[in-house]
């Protein structure tokens, strides 16, 4: 019922930024929540940033103060703003929408590396 689309990722330096897109499309009315998660090379995936629908924003530790997670007012897309990166922010970033159960993009690549 929820179809998202992600688009941003890619190769930036330490130090740079990426501003990472999800389009969601279908019963966008019915969803609860959307967010960002992340699975880094040989660790478990883990909540970046989510937003509910009444706006109520949780970020994790590790990125508070460097990303910003926001949505446009038809709440049918999120974007993940991100700055001051650094290797350890290197994974595959997915976008995450939650209505009757939890939706999930296909990821994208962002590597930070020189």
């Known amino acids: 019922q929820v179809q998202l689309v992600e688009s941003g990722g890619g190769l930036v330096q330490p130090g740079g930024s990426l501003r990472l897109s999800c389009v969601a499309s279908g019963r966008i009315y019915s969803i609860t929540s959307m967010g960002w998660y992340r699975q880094a090379p040989g660790k478990q995936r883990e909540l970046v940033a989510l937003i509910t629908r009444g706006g109520t924003i949780n970020y994790a530790d590790s990125v508070k103060g460097r990303f910003t997670i926001s949505r446009d007012g038809a709440k049918n897309t999120i974007y993940l703003q991100m700055s001051s990166l650094n290797p350890e922010d290197t994974a595959v970033y997915y976008c995450?929408?939650?209505?009757?159960?939890?939706?999930w993009g296909k990821g994208t690549q962002v590597t930070v590396s020189s």
């Open positions: 995450n929408a939650q209505f009757d159960r939890a939706y």
